[in-house]
Structure formats: C-alpha cells, structure tokens
C-alpha cells in the first residue's frame, strides 16, 4: 500500500491554497457577470442595431423624374427606358477576371474601368455598381449572351432623363451625376443615395430638382452572413417625381431656335400681363443628353473651349449693352419726371459736341430737327444725349430699375446674371470713381456701364407694354403669380387683356389694389406715348424696324431696334466709314431688337439678341417678326389652352 | 447493471447509488439538457446531425460517469500513472497518424470517434500529478528533485500539443498540471522563477506562432483592426450575445447565428448562441450552473482524508472553473481566441469523455471516501 505522506499538515496546506484559487474564482465571475451585465444590459440597444445591421440589407434605386411639358401638353424633357448594367462586387467569383471580360465584351477604355474600380473600393461590397448606364440594345443582348458566365453582373432595364430636342436646353438645364457640390447645396440629397440617381444641374432641372426628382425607393432583405438574400423583409417602389408643366410653347422654342441658327445671340417671349415666359432660347445650343450618362472629356472640351459659349444661357445670363432699345425707357423717365416733354425739338447734326467730348448720332449726316416721337421711331441719339443730359443717370437708373433692368426676375435659375444699371453711386462703389457728365449721355442711349440680358429687355418692354405695369415673368404653370392671385380672388377669371381694357382707364388706383400690379407710372399717358412712337418706329417710313412690319392688321406689332457696340469707334474709324461686317467678328455692334405685339391689343413682348449681328434693324428686328408672327398665329391656340386650364398637377 | 468484480468492495450497486452526489448529478443533466436545446437551435431548428451525435454522446458519456463513479478509487488511483503514459503515447501517437483538420493534427481516427487526445490529457495531467503529490512527503515538494519531475510531465504533452497546433488545449492543459502543483504547496518564488521564464521566453515563443496565432492575439487587443478578418469572430459574438439582451431573442430566433454571422457556433461559440437566444437570464443560468458544479467539487474535495482525493477534486474543480471561464471571456472578448471548448455544452466527443471521466473520478472520491486507497 502505499501511503499518504504528510498527513494532515499536507491536507491543511491544500486547503489554505485552494482558498486562494476560490476567491481568484470569485474574482473571475465578477469578471464574466460583469461582461454580461455590460454586454447584454447596457449595452444591448448597440448590439441590437449592429445585429441588425448584419441581417438587413438594403438597396435603394431611383425614382424617374418628373416629366417637364411645354403649355400644350408636349413633352420637353421626358424618361425613356434604359439599358443598364449593375455589378454587385460581393457576388462576383474572380471580381478583376469578371472586370477584364466585361472591359472586353463593352469594349471600355482604362480610364472607364479604373473609375469602376474606384467607385467599387468606395462603397459596400452588396451595392451595386453600375458598369454601364446606357448600353446600347447591341451591347446589352450581348451581355445577355455571356451572362451565365459573368456572375455578378445583372442587366437591368431602367428608366433615365432623355431630352428629345435641343432649342430648350438652356432653359430646361440637364442633369447628371451628383457632385459633392450638389450634396452640399441640396440638403435632400442626402436621403437620395442611390446608384444611377441624377440631380438637376441648371436651368429648370435645378430650379424644380427637389420636386421633380421624386423619393428614392428600396428593397430590404435579411441577408446571411454571406450576402444571400434569405427573405424580402420590405419594399418601398419609391415616388415618381412631380411633373411639370411650363409656360413655354416649343413649337415657338424651336422656330426661335432655328432663326437663330449659326448665330450667337437669344430670343425671350413673354406674355405682358401673366408675365409667362413663351420663348427663352440662347444659341448656339448643345445637346443636353450628354451629361445625362457623364459627358466624355473631349465633348467637354469643345463645349467650354467654343467661341460662342453654348452652354451659356444667354436669355438670362448673357450681358449686353441695351444700346437704343433703351430709348423708350430713357423717355419714359424723362416725361415722369417732368425734365421734357414730347414737343421738345432738337437739332441733330450728326454729331454734338459737349464737355470738349464729341458725341455721335449713328447718322453720320444727322436727323435735322426732331421732336421726341421721332427721335424714338428714327432712333436719334443726338436727342437722347440731351434728354439723358437734362434728366441725370440716377434718375435715369431708378426708372430703369422699376423696368426689370439690373435685377434676377427668373426665380430659382442660380444662373442668371443681374446685369448692371449704372449711377453715380454703383460707379463710386464699384469702380471707385466719380461720374462723368459724358458717361450720362452714353447712357442715354444704352451705351456705356450698361449690362442687360435679353429677358430684362423682354420685360422691360412688357412691363411698357402692358400700360406701365410690374408684371413679373413666371415659368411654370401654377406657380402662383401676382395675377394668378387675382383671378383667384375674383373667382370669375376674366381675360386680363379684356380687363386692361375696359377698366383700366377708370380709376385704376382702387382695381391695382385688386389685381395685385403696381403701376410704374406717374401718369399713363407717358407709357402710351412711348408706345405709340415704338409704333411709329415699326410702321411709319423712316421707322428704324419698316422693314420688318407685318402689314396685317392684327398681326401690327410695335418695337425698338438697337446696336450696341462692343467697342469704342475711333474718330480714324468713323472716316473711314467700315463696315460693321469687314470688321473682325468680335468687334462686330450686338444686334437687338424689342418689341410687342399686337400693337392694338399688345399681348406678348418679345427681345432679340444677336451677339456680333450688326445693326438691330438689319439682323434682330426680321428675326423678331418671323417669331412675332408665329405667336400671333398661336394665340388663340394658346388662349383656348389657357381657359381650359384648371390649375391641376400635371 | 453494471457489477465491478476485480474490484473489491464492502460497497453494494445501491449503496453506491444513493451515495451518489445528488446537486452534483443534476446539474451535470441540466447541462446536457441545455446543450441538446442548444444545438438543436445550431442545427438551424432541425434534429440533425449535430443534435443527434450530441445526444447519443452525451447518453453514452453520462453513462460513463456513472461507471467511473462506480469504480472505487484506488483503482483511478493506481492507474493514474498509465493513463498519463497512454494518453502521452497517444498523443505521440497523434504526431505520426492523427488526422489534420483546419492545419491542426490533433484527432486520431477511431471510426466511432475521432478522438483527440489532448482533450483526455487535461484529466491525465491532473491524475498523475495528483497522486505524484500525493505520494511525496509535504517536506520534499520543494526540493529540486522532486520538482524536475512534475514539470517534466506538464512541459512533455505541452509541447506535444503545441505543436499540433492546438495553442488553448495546451494552455488549458498546463494550467491544470500549474493548479495542481500549486495545491500542492510548491513555493510561491517557484512560480515566480517559471513566469519570469515564460516572460523571458514569449518573444521567442512568439517566433514561433503560426500566422494566424499572431493575428489572433493582435486581434484580441484590437478587433477592429481587421473586422471582416481575424477581429470578425469576436465583433460577431459580441454583438449576438449584446442584441441578446435581457431576455433574449428567443429560442431559435438568433439571428447571428441562424443567418451564420457566428463561426464554429455549435462548438466554441455555443454559448453565444444560447446568449442570443436566452438573453442575460439564459447566461446567468448557465453560468450559475458551472459555479454549482465547481462548487459541489470543492465541496466534495473538503469531505476527503487523502491528499491524492483533496488535490484531484480541487485541482479538477479549478481546471472545470477555467475551462468555462476561458470560453466565456474568449466569446465576450475578454480573451484571445483560443480554441477552448465549454464543458459539456460545446459538440465534441473527446472534450465531453474526458470532462466526464474528471467528473467521473470526483464522484468515485466521494462514493469511496471512506476506503483507502491501497
């Protein structure tokens, strides 16, 4: 047998020892109970949304965009469907392999397939890629072809922007891929992630892009811990964006495009008293769908790098001197402040020599006497020299600024330009010197400091038009505008033209309350005046624009041609007698030309813009009646579309 | 039943029987039970494969400690020192025909079992330290001598094991051999000499790690280095044990471990998966269990006259308490990943068989506890 040695004293040694490791025992438990209690009690609330973030999985898709109309239903900018490819990287075998075959079934540049492998490394691994937004129907039954051995990759039918024509490009905008910009700037974005999602860039696009890009949609999936989609937990088909109808008329955009073919320069319509805006066309155009699925480098290139600046709109953000369009305004000021009136004559010679400066009538051999009709109808800028001299530019700048010049009066477009009305403060400020009494008389005929783009011009003349009243231009249909407002409130929406016209020559102080307008005017007869001489100028001989008049009674227009130079003309120049077309075409007078029509019931003001086109009588105004005529014809079209509107969504 | 004839015994089947620990025996069953429901859940809902194999193991494995209990125990006594030198020799054994699994050779091919004899090797250390401790005098345990040969013992499996590689089981296995010649009352600067060594040595251990054992260890201090990697398992099973909750998900709703975010769930991970399951109140319960068993060891280790009773009921309460407390913390990420299986719950015959088999013998001390051990 063999003994156990020690004893007792050995059995008490154990036992001493064994206390130490029981209360190290104790110390553990508290360890582990501790854990627990920190794990699954305090901190469970985390754990849960980690767990559940394992098991769901989500993927979010695009909605369409809204659709943009035109007035009469057509649509502008519309959806089409779309051949897409997505590429989800956790489902893929060999993800470079699967790359590198499809680089060589789509045949993709380096630079397209290292952008699809950045963008992979960027998101999760289940999100879809999408390799190529818009294949074509050879490409994409290719794909088709090869599917079964391309796992990951999943064709897709999708729906995208399609713009079907180009004379609204400005003015509807693109859209394209978001920019950390946009997330920037549109705080809705940020709740819009989803792969192939495009944010409206300019124009409408932009201006309406919270609207029209619709809520973005998503299927929820629980997911095993190798991304097999086990069950479809919950699915959201998103909203469809709202869409849109506008004011414009594209059969009038693309004659207006068309006019303006190969020629820098932008035609507005505006109807006078909703302020609709029926045309907004800058040329040269571009072709908006590039940008809808990323525009390629080189096609970049030659949009920024051309001389004639397509993607500018130069409805709104083009600058131009107002040159003589300007003259109306320049008498309407005058006559309100009571500094002349229409009887006043003066001598023009050609020329007027003042403060030791010599200024030029753009007649070399002068208009002899004439009185304020004819200075306006022949455009006689001798007269203006001294009507601006006597009534001062900050008197002048203060009517001009009531007319819609030298402010945004397109709401929500980020691109339209204020332009610039020139006074003796804006020189001290912004220049940092004093007014010159010359610079007034250059103002005088819209030359000078002063910047305009075409839709002021057009409302400007509208706001003449219309009897001197503050009509401010609107876009899209059932934006509520100050005359909207009114018909409202009336319940009975009369025509606002048969309105003018019956009680505006009663006391209008209590019915401008009503309709919401403000008139511009001290005393009326002072807009009518100018208005009538536009009429003069247009058809009456010796009318700068006679020879664009349409002679049919209803189609009468009235308008007001103008040149602005783009430099200043040398005495050496005036000699020598150069043609505007024999100099280098930069240096080539704007042409411009306003006008609205018809004069016997005005309707719709129009201003024509032809950068570098000459005289306004020789390029602008011929323009201006072809697009004036068209609009006439329309008008009943456009008013029978007007009274069967209702004001429901689109 | 059963009848031990080589052995002599005043004993009879019944005496034994009603001898038998009651609170000891339950909650070795409730375990059991808790395992089958476990497993069950592992197996997606479905009696399967896993479900089915643990059961019948466990069947046979309960059965086993019984019989162990019945044996008396001079007999575990006496062959305390073969069963070392087999489980060495299968262990050796191991290194030339053991089969290989996820780059480990650790599993010896028996057709009903795959055993691994490591795990045995947990029992076998303690065993034959036991009754080495038991033999010597109280006056010599800290002579030289008398010191080489324990440590002989404990470093031989080690390394056996070690360079299977099987890092937990060799920890597992030495802390049993360490606890034991602690018992035993080996000087405290004893201790102290062999941590100085181990520190001394850890960098050229560390050398020695395989790729995966580093980056498990670097994982540990930091999980986040590597989510998706090395750090997935413990990020996993924190958050299924941490969504648990307080009452948990509910049996079969863990949707960690149904939808396979946990790894190795019906082996090591077996806990977080109940976790998940049962909430806090499930872990506490099963925690408080371990603590019940380990207690009514001690317990049973106070009632003993013999050094070799007391040393092995001890040793094997405190080596059972780590075995839980090392797979706990490794599932909480208190610890490094390791590889330790938890007692009974996790699936595994080798770990069930020698868990039973050390429980086995705690119930033979206490049925013989008043026969010696000649």
């Known amino acids: 047998m063999i003994s156990d040695s020690g004893g007792s004293s050995k059995i008490r040694l154990i036992g001493r020892r064994m206390f130490i490791l029981t209360a190290a ?42 659709v943009i109309k035109d007035y009469f239903g057509e649509e502008i900018a519309s959806n089409q469907k779309v051949f897409q490819l997505h590429l989800i990287p956790e489902n893929a075998e060999n993800l470079s392999a699967l790359i590198f075959r499809l680089k060589n079934i789509l045949k993709m540049s380096d630079n397209a397939v290292s952008k699809i492998q950045k963008k992979i490394k960027s998101q999760k691994p289940w999100d879809p890629v999408i390799v190529s937004d818009n294949l074509t129907w050879a490409e994409f039954s290719r ?46 974005l940020a709740n819009m992630k989803a792969a192939g999602m495009r944010v409206g860039k300019t124009g409408l696009e932009n201006k309406l892009d919270s609207e029209i890009i619709g809520n973005v949609g998503h299927k929820r999936y629980e997911v095993n811990a190798f991304g097999k989609r086990i069950k479809e937990v919950s699915i959201d088909k998103g909203k469809i964006g709202k869409s849109y109808k506008t004011t414009l008329d594209l059969e009038l955009q693309n004659l207006s495009s068309n006019l303006l073919k190969d020629k820098a320069g932008a035609i507005c319509v505006m109807d006078i008293y909703r302020g609709d805006i029926i045309t907004m066309v800058s040329s040269p155009t571009f072709d908006p769908n590039k940008f809808v699925h990323g525009i390629s480098t080189k096609d970049w290139k030659e949009l920024i790098s051309h001389r004639d600046k397509p993607l500018v709109n130069k409805a709104i953000s083009g600058l131009y001197p107002p040159g003589s369009t300007i003259k109306g305004l320049v008498a309407i000021s005058a006559l309100e402040n009571d500094v002349v009136n229409t009887k006043m004559v003066q001598q023009c010679s050609g020329s007027i020599e003042l403060y030791g400066e010599k200024f030029h009538c753009w007649k070399k051999k002068g208009h002899g006497f004439v009185d304020m009709r004819k200075a306006i109808k022949e455009s006689c800028d001798v007269y203006f020299y001294e009507v601006a001299r006597r009534l001062g530019i900050d008197r002048l700048s203060e009517t001009a600024r009531s007319f819609g010049l030298g402010d945004t009066m397109v709401k929500g477009f980020n691109e339209e330009k204020i332009g610039v009305v020139p006074n003796t403060k804006w020189k001290k400020q912004r220049i940092g010197k004093s007014w010159y009494l010359g610079e007034t008389l250059h103002s005088g005929i819209g030359q000078g400091y002063w910047q305009t783009t075409p839709m002021q011009l057009c409302l400007m003349t509208a706001r003449i038009a219309n009897g001197g009243y503050d009509v401010e231009p ?53 807009i009518n005046f100018v208005k009538d001489a536009f009429f003069g100028a247009t058809n ?27 430099r200043r003309i040398t005495e050496k120049q005036r000699e020598l007698e150069i043609k505007n077309e024999d100099l280098p075409y930069e240096q080539r007078d704007h042409s411009l030309y306003v006008a609205f029509a018809p004069y016997n019931e005005p309707k719709y003001s129009i201003s024509v813009v032809v950068e570098h086109g000459g005289s306004g009588s020789k390029t602008a105004a011929p323009i201006a009646k072809k697009v004036i005529k068209k609009l006439l014809e329309r008008h009943t079209l456009r008013q029978q579309v007007h009274d069967n509107y209702k004001g429901e969504d689109v | 039943m059963f009848r031990s004839g080589s052995i002599q015994s005043h004993l009879t089947l019944r005496d034994k029987i009603f001898s038998l620990d009651l609170t000891l025996t339950i909650c070795i069953f409730l375990i059991g039970i808790i395992s089958f429901f476990a497993m069950y859940s592992t197996d997606g809902g479905e009696f399967a494969y896993h479900t089915k194999s643990h059961i019948i193991r466990f069947i046979i494995f309960f059965t086993l400690f019984f019989i162990i209990s019945f044996i008396k125990t001079s007999f575990w006594y006496s062959s305390a020192t073969i069963f070392y030198l087999g489980v060495l020799f299968l262990l050796i054994l191991v290194k030339y025909v053991g089969l290989t699994s996820s780059g480990s050779q650790r599993w010896l091919d028996l057709y009903f079992l795959n055993l691994q004899p490591s795990e045995l090797m947990k029992i076998g250390l303690i065993l034959f330290l036991a009754k080495y401790y038991h033999k010597i005098s109280s006056g010599d345990v800290n002579k030289f001598r008398y010191l080489a040969q324990p440590l002989l013992a404990l470093l031989f499996p080690v390394i056996l094991v070690i360079t299977q590689p099987d890092l937990g089981t060799s920890f597992l296995i030495a802390v049993g051999g360490v606890i034991v010649v602690w018992l035993a009352g080996v000087k405290m600067k004893f201790f102290a000499y062999l941590g100085g060594l181990f520190l001394l040595s850890a960098p050229i251990a560390i050398s020695f790690l395989k790729p995966y054992q580093k980056s498990r260890i670097l994982t540990f201090l930091d999980p986040s280095r590597d989510p998706l990697g090395a750090g997935y398992q413990i990020t996993q099973s924190k958050i299924a044990i941490g969504s648990g909750g307080l009452f948990g998900k509910g049996f079969l709703d863990g949707s960690q471990s149904y939808l396979d975010y946990l790894p190795e769930k019906h082996t090591d991970f077996i806990f977080t998966l109940f976790s998940e399951e049962f909430g806090f109140f499930g872990s506490m319960t099963i925690l408080l269990i371990y603590i019940l068993i380990t207690w009514r060891i001690v317990n049973i280790g106070h009632t003993l006259r013999t050094s070799f009773g007391r040393l092995y009921c001890y040793s094997f309460a405190t080596a059972f308490f780590i075995y839980v407390a090392v797979n706990m913390g490794m599932v909480l990420g208190l610890i490094p990943i390791v590889g330790a299986p938890l007692p009974i719950m996790s699936y595994g015959g080798s770990s069930m068989m020698a868990i039973m088999i050390g429980l086995g013998i705690v119930m033979s001390c206490k049925i013989h506890k008043d026969q010696s051990l000649g």
């Open chain 1, 25 to 66: 025992k104790a110390v553990v438990v508290f360890g582990v109970v501790g854990r627990l209690i920190s794990l699954q009690i305090n901190e469970s609330k985390k754990y849960k949304t980690l767990s559940d973030k394992n098991r769901f999985r989500e993927w979010r898709f695009a909605p369409p965009r809204g």
């Open chain 1, 474 to 526: 609107r876009i899209v249909l059932g934006e509520k505008s100050k005359f909207s407002l009114f018909t409202e409130k009336k319940k009975n929406p009369k025509s606002l033209e048969e309105f003018f016209n019956t009680e505006q020559s009663k006391e209008f102080d209590d019915t401008t309350i009503d309709f919401g307008y403000k008139p511009l005017f001290r005393n009326q007869e002072n």
């Open chain 1, 143 to 188: 794909i088709n072809l090869f599917l079964h051995e391309l796992q990951g990759v999943e064709p897709i039918i999708s729906v995208a922007r399609v713009y079907r024509e180009q004379s609204s490009s400005h003015v509807i905008g693109y859209v394209s891929k978001i920019s950390k910009k946009d997330l920037q700037q549109k705080n809705y």
């Open chain 1, 540 to 566: 009456e001989p010796g009318g700068t624009s006679y020879g664009s008049r349409l002679s049919k009674k209803e189609f009468m227009f009235a308008g007001k041609t103008g040149t602005s130079q783009v």
